[in-house]
């Protein structure tokens, strides 16, 4: 081959090798930011649902301390476990190993199936 015919394969293999990069950094990137938003969502979730337990949890110590929660049939004569069940489903959906052993030692812990605790 000669001079020129070389600087042709460098040119285009060059030009090949740059598009070939410019491709997989943007899948890393999109991979990347995939991530990052799945990250948030889920901290998100977490939150709310901490939210939401906090709310229960004080629901509760006020029956208690009212004298509510000895009479009542069920918990949920004086907690509202619609917030609190909409948050344990939205964790559950943003699901990772991680939030489903949370979920599992909620259910352990509660005594129950995780729905209207």
Same mark, same amino acid.
């Given at each position: 081959?000669?001079? +020129?015919?070389?600087?042709?394969? /460098?040119? @285009?293999? $060059?030009? *090949? ?6 491709? @997989? ?5 999109? %991979? &990347?930011?995939? =991530?990052?938003? =799945?990250?948030? !969502? ?16 004080? &629901?509760? *110590? !006020? &029956? @208690? %301390?009212?004298? #509510?929660?000895?009479? &009542? ?5 004086? @907690?509202?476990?619609? +917030?609190?069940?909409?948050?344990? !489903?939205?964790?559950? /959906? =943003?699901? #990772?190993?991680?939030?489903? %052993?949370?979920? #599992? /030692?909620? #259910? %352990?812990?509660? $005594?129950?199936?995780? !729905?209207?605790?």
């Amino acid at each position: 081959m000669s001079g +020129q015919a070389w600087a042709n394969v /460098i040119a @285009v293999s $060059g030009s *090949v090798l740059a598009l070939l990069g410019v491709v @997989v950094g943007g899948l890393l990137a999109a %991979r &990347a930011q995939s =991530r990052h938003w =799945r990250f948030s !969502e889920q901290a998100d979730a977490c939150a709310a649902f901490l939210a939401a337990y906090a709310g229960v949890y004080l &629901a509760h *110590v !006020e &029956a @208690v %301390r009212s004298g #509510t929660a000895a009479t &009542a049939q069920h918990t949920s004569d004086f @907690v509202d476990w619609a +917030q609190f069940n909409e948050a344990l !489903e939205a964790l559950n /959906i =943003r699901r #990772t190993p991680r939030s489903l %052993r949370l979920r #599992t /030692i909620w #259910t %352990r812990h509660s $005594g129950g199936s995780g !729905e209207n605790c």
